[in-house]
């Protein structure tokens, strides 16, 4: 199990960027790892999900692709999700999560969840 703590969330214009992070306080190079957000009223949804020993992301929603980026850092046990040319509708609560690859080939969440970031995207 590792504790995740995710940051770098807060206000911004509609078409202005941010990056998330989440720390990891162990080892996350064996887990996949993803992000999620959650708007007011709406479920928690995955948005997009990095598979252990890769450096590149797969986005999950449609409305995300060309405009977030998963990446992360597995000498610092740090996740990323920088994001590009935000629009209203990415307003949420973002999460960060440790899980696996299912044979499906579909991201499984462990129940290993940060508190979460908020990002507002507003003028």
């Known amino acids: 199990q590792v504790q995740l703590v995710e940051s770098g969330g807060g206000l911004v214009q509609p078409g202005g960027s941010l990056r998330l992070s989440c720390a990891a306080s162990?080892?996350?190079?064996?887990?996949?790892m993803g992000w999620y957000r959650q708007a007011p009223g709406k479920e928690r949804v995955l948005v997009a999900y990095?598979?252990?020993?890769?450096?590149?992301?797969?986005s999950q929603i449609d409305s995300v692709k060309g405009r977030f980026t998963i990446s992360r850092d597995n000498a610092k046990n740090t996740v990323f999700l920088h994001m590009d040319n935000l629009k209203p509708e990415d307003a949420a609560v973002y999460y960060c999560?440790?899980?696996?690859?299912?044979?499906?080939?579909?991201?499984?969440?462990?129940?290993?969840w940060g508190q979460g970031t908020q990002v507002t995207v507003s003028s």
């Open positions: 990095n598979p252990s020993g890769t450096q590149g992301g797969i």
């Open positions: 162990g080892m996350i190079s064996i887990y996949a």
């Open positions: 999560n440790a899980g696996h690859i299912d044979g499906d080939g579909s991201y499984k969440p462990f129940d290993m």
